[in-house]
């Protein structure tokens, strides 16, 4: 069982999905995500894939992405990345063509 990842991302993936990505290190991970709507209660499984990326001399931890889908809109879900004990939550957004208003900002440097 992992101790620790680091890294964890959250980002859309479409409409009723969601991306978590997350780096490992050490021995390699399983890229799964558990989840589900109530906190340790994970009621299902998604898997990805990761990988590694160089540049010269150095070398990345283990980059790991995951696609959860079919998630309801205005929900929390609760989950865990690659095994490890930590939990996360998440709000998915609302639905497409709802009047709820979203707010989000980008940032960026170039």
């Known amino acids: 069982m992992r101790d ?11 409409s009723n999905s969601i991306r978590i990505t997350w780096v490992t290190v050490g021995p390699p991970a399983p890229s799964v995500v558990e989840f589900g709507t109530v906190s340790a209660l994970y009621d299902k499984v998604a898997v990805g894939n990761s990988d ?5 001399f150095y070398k990345s931890g283990q980059v790991h992405n995951v696609v ?7 929900s929390i879900y ?3 990345c690659g095994g ?12 497409l063509g ?7 900002a980008v940032a960026g440097k170039r």
Do not use: D, I, W
Request: hydrophobic share 35%.
């Open 4 to 14: 620790e990842n680091f890294q964890v991302h959250v980002s859309l993936a479409g």
């Open 52 to 56: 590694y990326y160089s540049f010269m």
């Open 68 to 74: 959860l889908e079919n998630l309801n809109s205005s």
């Open 78 to 80: 609760y989950y865990k």
């Open 84 to 95: 490890a004990e930590q939990e996360y939550v998440l709000r998915t957004p609302p639905a």
């Open 98 to 104: 709802s009047q709820n208003q979203v707010t989000f």
